[in-house]
């Protein structure tokens, strides 16, 4: 069972070709404060992990490219393309915590990050109607995702089999240039209630783009796994 906890380290590590990479020291299978040596694998790897690994067809996690993102609410439809996401190589790692008996991890970061996209609105936001083309900007504080997931070995390699995620957040705060054909006195306008009203407004468009943001980095570490034998995590 050890072995699988050794497995979960490797998730923020980054490896090439099967192998290890330098700045991933794997944790001693024996050690009994495992969770706080993942913890310690993970605040010093993760980092250089978020540069992605090419040779494994692992993509960066900053910039992350999330691509095209729609949200189609009853009261808004709003498309993102090009969307990049900054900001999550220093991500501060607040605990991760193995469940083995379960099969069962959790991992708590916070980051700050930042959304950047070409949007195109349409609707309305809070009661308000809103409506433009351009560049788009959100920046967002102290982002906090909790990641809880199961995992599983497979031939040799470690599987996460399901995730639940949740996040929440001190502060977004939005910029959309070009509002309204670049009326200023309209943009202004929306720009200050959507920062003013910050908590509606960003449950109302980011969902799809946090879950999307979640799932890459899960999807990446699953790539890591893929790749790397659970034995080649171990130091026994
Ligand atoms: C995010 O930025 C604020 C200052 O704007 C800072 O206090 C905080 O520690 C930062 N959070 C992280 C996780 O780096």
């Not at 099967?18 to 605040?43: H, N, R």
């Not at 809070?126 to 409506?131: G, H, T």
């Not at 351009?134 to 995730?163: E, M, Q, S």
Request: hydrophobic share 40%; net charge neutral.
């Amino acid at each position: 069972m050890l072995h699988l906890f050794l497995a979960m380290a490797a998730c923020v590590a980054a490896a090439s070709a099967g192998t290890l990479p330098p700045y991933f020291t794997p944790c001693s299978a024996s050690d009994p404060d495992l969770d706080q040596c993942i913890e310690k694998v993970i605040s010093s790897g993760g980092p250089q992990f978020t540069d992605g690994i090419p040779a494994l067809d692992i993509a960066p996690l900053d910039p992350m490219s999330l691509g095209r993102l729609v949200i189609n609410n009853p009261a808004l439809k709003l498309t993102f393309t090009d969307t990049v996401v900054t900001g999550l190589k220093g991500f501060r790692l607040n605990s991760y915590r193995m469940h083995a008996d379960r099969n069962k991890a959790t991992i708590d970061v916070t980051a700050n990050v930042t959304v950047k996209a070409h949007y195109v609105i349409d609707g309305k936001i809070l009661i308000l109607p809103i409506r433009g083309s351009g560049p788009a900007k959100i920046k967002i504080t102290n982002l906090n995702i909790v990641i809880k997931y199961d995992f599983d070995t497979r031939d040799g390699h470690w599987v996460v089999t399901n995730y639940k995620d949740s996040y929440k957040m001190d502060h977004a705060y939005f910029k959309f240039n070009n509002l309204f054909n670049g009326n200023k006195e309209l943009g202004d306008t929306l720009h200050k209630v959507m920062n003013d009203n910050w908590e509606p407004v960003i449950r109302d468009i980011a969902p799809v783009a946090f879950q999307e943001i979640i799932k890459v980095c899960v999807d990446e570490c699953k790539k890591l796994f893929a790749a790397v034998p659970t034995a080649e995590l171990l130091r026994l």
